[in-house]
């Protein structure tokens, strides 16, 4: 959400210092990210032996494809960085579609917190 909110501020004020921030915040979550489906795997393996529930398989699908988006976003905004590979311009297009991108993110990250909700407090669905 911090990273999408950086987006938007970057959008409606046109300061690339908020897409730098939004940036960053998408590189220390798919990091962030990474970590935890590891931690989850290893988790859903030793605690529930590989249960073959549907809550189990939404997280894994659903988390898997946050990495992907993530890392799409990753490298979409790599191109951007300056400095790092030179400066390019957000064009629409790619405005349009990184910030589509977040707000898929968004989403995704809610419904795989409230999955895991569901697992934490003992809910059978």
């Known amino acids: 959400p911090f990273a999408l909110l950086m987006q938007l501020i970057y959008i409606g004020l046109g300061n690339f210092l ?3 921030a939004g940036y960053f915040a998408v590189l220390v979550a798919l990091v962030g990210a990474a970590g935890a489906v590891v931690t989850g795997v290893l988790s859903w393996k030793i605690n529930y032996n590989m249960q073959k529930r549907p809550v189990f398989s939404t997280k894994k699908s659903f988390s898997a494809a946050l990495l992907l988006l993530m890392l799409a976003m990753a490298l979409m905004g ?5 400095g790092l590979l030179g400066i390019e311009l957000l064009s629409s297009n790619s405005t349009t579609l990184y910030t589509l991108l977040l707000v898929l993110c968004t989403f995704l990250m809610a419904i795989i917190g409230y999955n895991g909700g ?5 809910s059978q669905a």
Do not use: C, L, R, V
């Open 18 to 20: 908020f897409f730098y």
């Open 78 to 82: 790599s191109k951007y960085m300056d």
């Open 118 to 122: 569901k697992i934490t407090h003992g």
